[in-house]
């Protein structure tokens, strides 16, 4: 079968490989769709990051490795131990993979695990194939009444929505978010499902304001006008939260110094390298930095996927604005390139096998 191998910096190849043999407690899935993520371009601009080079302790993975963590598709195989799939239904993969037995796994932590990997990242099986196989407990349910595509922008919406619980928003506080890409324009919808009253979008890209904008956000362009002056005047200090989604050093100061004080920030982004920051901008005002990591899995396999495809469903969220474009297999290398291009309209695109 046909599927894209990452050998390494700003080398992806579309390949012929083997398909996966399907143990006892697996499945197969027959992929549907699968999304290009922000982590994939900075393993393509910078890596290897997380890609591992030496075989993961855990998975025995490395690369060249099959990627893709964003996806979904109908099952095709189950293995002889699976009974709670069955041939034919719709899933979304949660890619985590966890141990089970360390401090963190045993707490009901397993995101945080000491050993994590992810399909697609550390873990073979990701989606930028025309199939998948996956260990049962990966796969999340999915409504007949969600369109499979849709379904692979389950995973980025559930970053979102972790994002959002770590921040503790509550109705009425206001809201800064510093980068609008698929996390960024996810938040943004999540943060005013949540009740967020003020909330301020910073992107430099036009086409990523104007879908801000369509979402209710008072969008600045950051290399037009100061985003900090004008949240700041605009919100009597600044906001009651901030989210940096851009992984740049610029947005991770801004999105500090934007807050009021006593305010929170909520890191989202990976970053490719350090960057420099002045600890009295947190120290002296007594504000707070969260980070976050992904979302939930193990027992509490996908509370934050199944929030999602609950809001999904109930028609709460609007995923098509994500979406920039759909292409093949054979185009993946080339939908690198246009997501890395700064004068790219591009936000989100789909893998359709």
């Known amino acids: 079968m046909r599927a894209v191998l990452y050998h390494g910096r700003e080398d992806v190849r579309v390949e012929e490989v083997d398909s996966t043999p399907l143990g006892p407690g697996d499945v197969r899935i027959d992929v549907e769709a699968a999304g290009i993520c922000g982590s994939d371009l900075h393993e393509y601009a910078a890596g290897p990051i997380f890609m591992p080079e030496d075989p993961h302790p855990m998975t025995g993975a490395s690369i060249p490795l099959r990627m893709g963590h964003e996806f979904a598709g109908r099952i095709m195989a189950v293995g002889d131990d699976v009974t709670e799939h069955a041939v034919g239904d719709p899933v979304v993969v949660n890619p985590i993979r966890y ?42 349910p999915l409504p007949e009444s969600i369109p499979l595509r849709l379904g692979a922008l389950v995973e980025p919406f559930s970053v979102a929505l972790h994002a959002v619980r770590q921040a503790d928003l509550t109705a009425g506080d206001s809201v800064a978010v510093f980068g609008a890409g698929p996390i960024g324009l996810a938040i943004t919808q999540l943060a005013r499902a949540a009740g967020a009253t003020d909330l301020f979008v910073s992107e430099p890209r036009d086409a990523r304001r ?11 362009d950051p290399t037009d006008t100061a985003p900090i002056h004008r949240i700041k005047r605009a919100t009597d200090g600044g906001t009651d939260i901030a989210f940096e989604v851009a992984g740049i050093e610029q947005t991770y100061n801004d999105a500090i110094t934007s807050t009021r004080r006593d305010g929170t920030v909520v890191v989202v982004s990976m ?63 080339e939908g690198f390139e246009s997501l890395r291009t700064p004068e790219s309209e591009q936000i989100k695109i789909l893998v359709e096998p």
């Open 271 to 333: 970053f490719e390298g350090p960057v420099e920051t002045h600890p009295n901008t947190v120290v002296m005002a007594e504000r707070t930095i969260e980070g976050t990591m992904s979302y939930t899995a193990g027992d509490r396999n996908g509370s934050e996927f199944r929030s999602i495809i609950k809001l999904l469903d109930d028609g709460q969220l609007d995923p098509e604005q994500l979406i920039t474009d759909t292409i093949l297999l054979e185009a993946v290398p």
């Open 99 to 140: 141990c089970g037995s360390c401090r963190y796994c045993t707490a009901g932590q397993q995101h945080l695990c000491a050993s994590i990997a992810l399909t697609g990242v550390s873990a073979n099986g990701g989606g930028f194939a025309e199939q998948s196989v996956v260990p049962a407990e990966s796969v999340v």
């Open 210 to 220: 104007e879908r801000a904008a369509d979402l209710g956000a008072t969008t600045v």
